[in-house]
């Protein structure tokens, strides 16, 4: 199993900005997408960006135009830049990669990591 490592998460002010890491215990192959999600106190887990192996990007309606998601293949890390961040950006972000090993589809997370965004 893949072991995914989150960081960059922590407190900041209404407005701010974070940038997450995810780091890949190692190379990936036959990725199918890679994501962010977050996950709010009482709620479901939510997508938050999602990019696919061919570059196909998405996001949520809620982050559009404040959030980029990117990857770094030479160091196996998935990128969360997060600017003008709100209050409801609150949440524990997870990291996530959906691959294919054979012709069986697995998903691996990481352990997540704590994003507060309070004056």
């Known amino acids: 199993q893949v072991q995914l490592v989150e960081s960059g998460g922590g407190l900041v002010q209404p407005g701010g900005s974070l940038r997450l890491s995810c780091a890949a215990s190692e190379r990936i192959f036959r990725i199918v997408a890679m994501g962010w999600y977050r996950q709010a106190p009482g709620k479901q887990r939510e997508l938050v960006a999602r990019?696919?192996?061919?570059?196909?990007?998405n996001y949520a309606d809620s982050v559009k135009g404040r959030f980029t998601i990117s990857r770094d293949n030479a160091r196996n890390t998935l990128y969360l830049q997060m600017n003008s961040l709100k209050p409801e950006d609150t949440a524990v972000y997870y990291c996530n990669i959906q691959r294919m090993v054979l012709t069986t589809a697995r998903e691996d997370w990481g352990q997540g990591t704590q994003v507060t965004v309070s004056s």
């Open positions: 990019i696919t192996s061919i570059g196909s990007i």
